[in-house]
T-cell receptor, first 114, second 120 residues
Framework: AQSVAQPEDQVNVAEGNPLTVKCTYS??????LFWYVQYPNRGLQFLLK??????LVKGSYGFEAEFNKSQTSFHLKKPSALVSDSALYFCAVRGGNAGNMLTFGGGTRLMVKP | DTGVSQDPRHKITKRGQNVTFRCDPI?????LYWYRQTLGQGPEFLTYFQNEAQLEKSRLLSDRFSAERPKGSFSTLEIQRTEQGDSAMYLC??????????????????FGPGTRLLVL
C-alpha cells in the first residue's frame, strides 16, 4: 500500500522569508509525486510533479520541490513567501504498482504573515 | 471556462434520501476520477473511469454509491440512502492519458471545485 505523511498540520512563516512544507512517502515501485494547493471553498490546484530526472522540480507561482529518494521525501519550497500563498497544501503520491489513484497526505496549512 | 466543473456546488439532504452529483471534465480528457474529502483530511480516492469504462473502485465505495460515465464525457455519482457519515466534499478530477506516449509517468489530474454534501 502507498501512503503519504505531512508531519506538520500548520506552518507559519513571515512574508519574504523562505518556506518549506514537508512530505514523506511510502510506495512500491517508482514514486510519482505531486503537490496541490487548496484555497477556501475551492478545489485542488496543481502546483508541480516529479516523474523522473532532475531531483529539483520547479512549478507554478515560484514553488519548487526537491525529491530525495534515500529519505523518501518530497518537500515543497519557495524562496520568498507571499501573504497570498496562505492556503492548504497537499502532497500526493502515485506508485508505479498502484494503478492510477492518487494517495494524499493529510494536508498542511500554510500561514504567511505580513 | 475550460476547467472541470461540478454541479451542484452545495447539497443539503436528509438522511435516507438519494443524491446525485454531476462532473463535466476538461474537454477531450479520457480519464475521470472521483475523490471524497472530509474536513481536515486529504482527498481519498473513490473510483475512476477511462472513457466510459469504470476501471478502479475503492473499498470506500460502498454498495450505496454508484458512478457512471455513459458516453465517456460527463460522469454522475449517486449516493443512495444517505447517511450522516456521507457528509463530505466530493471532488472530481480529469486527465488526459496518452496511452501510446514514449515517455513514461502519470499524467496530471485536474480537479473541479467540488460538491459539498451535508446530510442532516
Amino acid at each position: 500500500a502507498q501512503s503519504v505523511a505531512q508531519p506538520e498540520d500548520q506552518v507559519n512563516v513571515a512574508e519574504g522569508n523562505p518556506l518549506t512544507v514537508k512530505c514523506t512517502y511510502s510506495v512500491s515501485g517508482n514514486p510519482y509525486l505531486f503537490w496541490y494547493v487548496q484555497y477556501p471553498n475551492r478545489g485542488l490546484q496543481f502546483l508541480l510533479k516529479y516523474i523522473t530526472g532532475d531531483n529539483l522540480v520547479k512549478g507554478s507561482y515560484g514553488f519548487e520541490a526537491e525529491f530525495n529518494k534515500s529519505q523518501t521525501s518530497f518537500h515543497l519550497k519557495k524562496p520568498s513567501a507571499l501573504v497570498s500563498d496562505s492556503a492548504l497544501y497537499f502532497c500526493a503520491v502515485r506508485g508505479g504498482n498502484a494503478g492510477n489513484m492518487l494517495t494524499f497526505g493529510g494536508g498542511t496549512r500554510l500561514m504567511v504573515k505580513p | 471556462d475550460t476547467g472541470v466543473s461540478q454541479d451542484p456546488r452545495h447539497k443539503i439532504t436528509k438522511r435516507g434520501q438519494n443524491v446525485t452529483f454531476r462532473c463535466d471534465p476538461i474537454s477531450e480528457h479520457n480519464r475521470l476520477y472521483w475523490y471524497r474529502q472530509t474536513l481536515g483530511q486529504g482527498p481519498e480516492f473513490l473510483t475512476y473511469f477511462q472513457n466510459e469504462a469504470q476501471l478502479e473502485k475503492s473499498r470506500l465505495l460502498s454498495d450505496r454509491f454508484s458512478a457512471e460515465r455513459p458516453k465517456g464525457s460527463f460522469s454522475t455519482l449517486e449516493i443512495q440512502r444517505t447517511e450522516q457519515g456521507d457528509s463530505a466534499m466530493y471532488l472530481c478530477a480529469s486527465s488526459l492519458a496518452q496511452l501510446h506516449a514514449v515517455a513514461g509517468g502519470p499524467e496530471t489530474q485536474y480537479f473541479g471545485p467540488g460538491t459539498r454534501l451535508l446530510v442532516l
